[in-house]
């Protein structure tokens, strides 16, 4: 707007902020309702070992569908919780879920579920997740926290003591998107981390040779940490030959399952148990 409009810009941009924070109250107050009325949904996508054979675990992926919003994005609708202050509630909504579903699933198979670094850092997180370990009724040492890096993460006393109650429950922590966040060196050295994610940009970084580089120095960065490795986004066959070479342990993506409802990883996981009790015995 040239000078002599400056007042219906301003006036403009006011009512853009104005219908910004409209949208924000408005899905706010829709996602306060679906938490209520049960309306999420859970999503378990596959992580497999990087040589092929059984899911060692699934990853939940929160999905809302809103009646008049359509399909919300995880990111959105994380973001949108985090600024009413409504993630714990939705962390532990998730949590309780997908720990009923994987209470269901083989010993070997674990449960990943990501939390905001809002939830590590809030008081109590600990304890919450041991209650609801304790009232579904899975094994701790089944389930892995995946760090999201949405926000840098402070490591003060609340996170500290919050990592304790999890390492003496047994709970693994995972640092997720490895190379899209922050990247905090101090994140390695300070939380008692199970495993590394890497995020799927270092497949999109040029030519075969650079991604394998990228992807060997990270693999090297986290086993120098006794981490294991996990590449996010396997996306092809190509994909997957990258992660076996760079030395990745496992591996996830829309290649190897997409995220998928609870009723066919069980299906899964069942038929898989039916064929290792065929298998002849002896056989690998
Ligand atoms: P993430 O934890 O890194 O999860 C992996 C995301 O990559 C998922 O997206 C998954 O659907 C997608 N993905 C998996 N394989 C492929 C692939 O081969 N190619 C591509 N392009 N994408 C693939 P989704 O479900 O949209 O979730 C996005 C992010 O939202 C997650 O990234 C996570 O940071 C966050 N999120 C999802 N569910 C939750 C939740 O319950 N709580 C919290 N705090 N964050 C969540
Ligand atoms: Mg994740
Ligand atoms: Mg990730
Ligand atoms: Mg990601």
Redesign the pocket.
């Known amino acids: 707007a040239d000078g002599s409009n400056l007042s219906g810009a301003r006036a403009q941009a006011d009512e853009g902020a104005m219908a910004a924070l409209r949208d924000a109250v408005a899905l706010t107050a829709a996602l306060r309702r679906a938490l209520a009325e049960d309306a999420l949904e859970l999503r378990f ?1 596959p992580v497999l070992p990087v040589g092929g054979g059984l899911p060692v675990g699934f ?4 999905r809302w569908n809103d009646p008049e919003r359509g399909s919300v ?3 959105a609708l ?1 973001r949108a919780a985090e600024e009413a202050g409504m993630m714990a509630e939705l ?1 532990r909504w ?1 949590l309780r879920r997908a720990c009923q579903e994987a209470r269901h699933w083989p010993a070997a198979v674990r449960l990943g579920v ?3 670094p809002l939830e590590l850092m809030a008081d109590g997180f600990g304890a919450a997740v041991a209650a609801i370990l304790r009232d579904t009724g899975l094994p701790p040492e089944r389930l892995l926290l ?1 760090i ?1 890096e949405g926000m840098p993460l402070r490591l003060d006393g609340a996170v500290a003591e919050n990592c304790r109650a999890l390492q003496q429950l047994g709970v693994g922590l995972v640092l ?2 490895f190379g899209a966040g922050y990247c905090d060196l101090s994140y390695l050295r300070d939380l008692p981390l199970y495993a590394m994610k890497i995020d ?1 940009l270092c497949l999109d970084l040029g030519e075969d040779e650079r991604v394998l580089s990228t992807l060997r120095a990270l693999v090297a960065l986290a086993h120098g940490f006794g981490l294991r490795v996990v590449l ?4 092809t066959a190509h994909h997957l030959a990258l992660a076996r070479e760079a030395g990745c342990d496992q591996v ?4 190897l399952g997409r ?1 998928m409802v609870a009723a066919a990883v069980r299906r899964l996981l069942d038929g898989e148990a039916a064929t290792a009790d065929r298998a002849p015995s002896g056989a690998s």
Request: glycine letters at 10%.
């Open positions: 996508q990853e939940a992926l929160v994005s995880p990111a994380v962390g998730v990501n939390i905001s995946e999201t997720d998107d799927r996010e986004g396997i996306e996830q993506g829309f290649h995220p």
